[in-house]
Nanobody, 124 residues
Framework: QVQLVESGGGLVEAGGSLRLSCVPSGRTRDDYWIAWSRQAPGKEREFVAAISWTDSKTQYANSVKGRFTISRDNAKNTVYLQMNSLKPDDTAVYYC?????????????????WGQGTQVTVSS
């Protein structure tokens, strides 16, 4: 069983930065990626970014390219999401999850492993 614990959310002004952390516990399959998704009120959950646990390849949603960076620190067993130039539209609950590469771009709470989420609020 894999558990994922997120931290680092909060309130920030537009243009500011936040860094989210995700610590997975338990063994994940080698073909799993660690990813972030978000869900704003009244909207569907959407993919944000993902990173391979084995070779650090990354994927990003177009809406965050150039502003967000996903990275991993194997020594600390932690995946980070550095969020810069934040906009009010980035306001959402951010979830860390683990899923196979073939499906990681379509986040589904019924598949893979999910954290509890952390709130990010960007004020205008």
């Amino acid at each position: 069983q894999v558990q994922l614990v997120e931290s680092g959310g909060g309130l920030v002004e537009a243009g500011g930065s936040l860094r989210l952390s995700c610590v997975p516990s338990g063994r994940t399959r080698d073909d799993y990626w660690i990813a972030w998704s978000r869900q704003a009120p009244g909207k569907e959950r959407e993919f944000v970014a993902a990173i391979s646990w084995t070779d650090s390849k990354t994927q990003y949603a177009n809406s965050v390219k150039g502003r967000f960076t996903i990275s991993r620190d194997n020594a600390k067993n932690t995946v980070y999401l550095q969020m810069n130039s934040l906009k009010p539209d980035d306001t959402a609950v951010y979830y860390c999850y683990a899923d196979r590469f073939t499906t990681v771009l379509v986040p589904s709470p019924g598949r893979g492993y999910w954290g509890q989420g952390t709130q990010v609020t960007v004020s205008s």
